[in-house]
């Protein structure tokens, strides 16, 4: 029976519609018959694209302005693989500053003092990342040569005359700091490193280094070095579990900026100053902030907030005060980067329906202009659908933040199939913002739940912690309520369910086809851990700093062998019955390639139906877009096959 508010609704429609029937059959009045009555504005039927033409979008990221703020630098993979591109501040033509046709390459910035570029790439998704200069004369210089490390850009000296290098060639494990001149690259060592810690701020004046310690994934250090009498001091002595990370020095080299949750939920920025030891609150949210930083020339401070799923950037000037940025529809700004002068401001604007667009503003004239049109243009906005952020309760009461879609047409006369779509991890986050491969499925008539799990990062501390040591159990219970919550739309087919993600996500994938075989009608795992044991013995050895952080929450692969076997999909591999599909970059350091193998192999002992898909050019994720062309086209075909007959 329904409620009196929906009796009412439902009457007061009623009496709407017998009403408009008898005026349709009433004469006209004599005044209006001539008057022909307009004719009826039949419903928009939306258009369904191809995966090409989903790829054709364009994705661009990263923002450096020249010395002489004329021209912005950025990483684009409109050639098929990121490059590195330029452009004018006031728009046109972007000119390709590197021609990669098999590594992806990414644009750090321009140097200081001249027009010279510095960008890094790796070899095929191997993550061991180089980093080159482009001469002015247009070639290319591998500035840290060799075969099996890894090199990070670590900053800029304020006067432009060098660069800080932080490379592992030294020890696999350990990331030494070098200083690199700008004239001639001659390079000398900081810092020399066998802690294990990572350098994660270094003051202006180059007399301290900030180094972030992880004790758990939930629990991490700040250290401060004096880089002259070589002194380490530990700066966040704390009871209980806390997070600590050093986010910036301040231009006057006399605070370090960190975030911290100490004593609370949701991460703050705090300071800490150099010469007293006294720590200040800066800057507060409702929730996370994840980090601050300071503009070039140290007349601006930006800091992001993750808000519920969205990403809100704040900006202040030398004295603190808010500074207004530009209001524009269809989107959130993101990656704020000043020019050298502060006159000039880049940032990203990116929506649910539209991928990142590079723009500039320029707060002298106060005029702001778009540099990227990045959606294909061929893809009208109005069949894309907006994200909504929705919560359900799980199995034990806890609410479960998800990133939900819902395709054009769904009711409850035309049910539709759905996705519960996991994240990367585990800590990761499903966030509002453009996600091509599900706007893809979702055209292509797939609800789709972006689920944050119990262990998600974004929802407070006790949230993030909530999987520590329960992996393969409570985060998977979360995904099997969500299968619950989707079917109680009333417009979704509750056998017409499937499971997907990447990487962590395709861990959860393995494990509901594993140990909740009855839940989800297909899976599909991208790069996926299907052995825990394997998995945390194979770590790169430059995560060595993680490493104790992740055993702590996963498992140690010698002290919690049978917990770890107990949760890996592979040793239960004889429960999946359901069809699935594997998906394996071939030069994958982290889920390395026997690990989709063999899921594979034992899967298909069972007479299942295994889609097994590798790219022997990519690693943790698709780098190129041939290859994301065809994994997603190959999975809608998946799962149209199998939700779909």
Request: overall charge neutral; proline content about 5%.
């Amino acid at each position: 029976m329904p409620s009196i508010r929906t009796a009412v609704r439902l009457s007061v429609l009623a009496l709407c519609l017998h009403a408009a029937h008898a005026q349709a059959q009433a004469p006209a009045p004599a005044a209006r018959a001539q008057k022909a009555a307009p004719p009826a504005k039949a419903p928009r039927v939306h258009k369904q694209y191809t995966i090409e033409q989903f790829m054709a979008t364009t994705s661009v990221t990263g923002a450096s302005f020249s010395k002489d703020e004329q021209r912005i630098l950025f990483s684009s993979n409109e050639s098929g693989i990121f490059n590195v591109y330029a452009m004018p501040v006031t728009g046109g033509a972007p000119t390709p500053m590197t021609r990669s046709t098999t590594d992806s390459t990414y644009a750090i910035g321009y140097f200081y003092n001249d027009d010279r570029i510095l960008f890094t790439r790796d070899s095929g998704g191997n993550e061991r990342n180089h980093l080159y200069v482009r001469e002015l004369d247009g070639s290319e210089r591998d500035l840290t040569p060799g075969d099996k490390h890894r090199a990070m850009f670590a900053g800029w000296r304020p006067d432009g005359s060098g660069f800080y290098v932080a490379t592992n060639e030294r020890d696999p494990k350990f990331f030494d700091l070098y200083f690199y001149d700008a004239g001639d690259y001659k390079r000398s060592v900081v810092y020399r490193n066998d802690s294990g810690m990572n350098v994660s701020a270094i003051s202006r004046d180059g007399k301290w280094l900030a180094f972030d310690k992880p004790n758990t994934t939930a629990d991490s250090d700040v250290y401060l070095y004096n880089v002259a009498t070589r002194e380490m001091k530990h700066i966040t002595p704390h009871q209980g579990t806390a997070s600590y990370s050093a986010a910036t020095f301040d231009p006057e080299s006399k605070r370090l900026l960190f975030t911290t949750n100490d004593g609370g939920e949701f991460a703050r920025i705090a300071s800490y100053d150099l010469a007293s030891g006294q720590v200040a609150q800066v800057e507060k949210a409702d929730w996370d902030l994840l980090g601050t930083s300071y503009s070039r020339n140290g007349q601006h401070r930006v800091s992001v907030v993750n808000r519920d799923g969205s990403i809100d950037v704040r900006v202040v000037d030398a004295a603190g005060k808010p500074v207004a940025m530009p209001r524009l529809p269809g989107g959130e700004i993101r990656q704020t980067t000043f020019s050298p002068s502060g006159r000039l401001v880049a940032f990203y604007l990116n929506g649910d329906r539209s991928p990142n667009n590079l723009y500039v503003h320029d707060f002298r004239a106060n005029k702001t202009t778009q540099l990227t049109r990045s959606l294909n243009k061929e893809i009208d906005l109005a069949d894309l659908v907006e994200a909504e952020v929705v919560r359900f309760r799980s199995f034990d009461g806890m609410v479960i933040p998800s990133i939900y879609y819902k395709p054009k047409g769904a009711s409850a006369t035309s049910k539709v199939p759905a996705i519960v779509y996991v994240h990367g991890g585990p800590g990761g986050q499903t966030m509002r913002g453009y996600n091509a491969q599900i706007q893809y499925l979702v055209n292509h008539g797939y609800a789709v739940l972006g689920i944050n799990n119990r262990g998600s990062s974004g929802y407070g501390k006790t949230f993030f912690t909530a999987d520590d040591r329960k992996h393969g159990r409570e985060p998977l219970w979360d995904c099997v309520e969500a299968k619950t919550w989707l079917a109680s739309l009333g417009y979704v087919d509750p056998e017409r369910i499937a499971i997907m993600g990447g990487s962590y996500g395709g861990y959860m994938t393995l494990a509901a086809m594993a140990f909740r075989p009855e839940a989800f009608k297909v899976g599909i795992d991208i790069f996926g851990v299907s052995n825990w044991v394997r998995t945390l013995e194979s770590i790169p050895p430059y995560w060595e700093a993680q490493r104790k952080a992740l055993y702590d929450e996963i498992g140690d692969p010698v002290k919690d062998k049978a917990f770890l076997v107990a949760t890996s999909p592979l040793f239960h591999a004889s429960n999946i019955r359901k069809p699935l599909m594997v998906i394996q970059g071939a030069n994958d350091p982290r889920v390395i390639k026997p690990e989709s193998d063999e899921i594979v192999e034992s899967v298909r002992k069972n007479g299942v139906e295994v889609e097994y898909i590798v790219f022997p050019d990519e690693g943790h994720g698709f780098s190129k877009k041939k290859n994301q062309i065809e994994a997603s086209a190959r999975i809608l075909a998946f799962l149209d096959r199998h939700l779909k007959k």
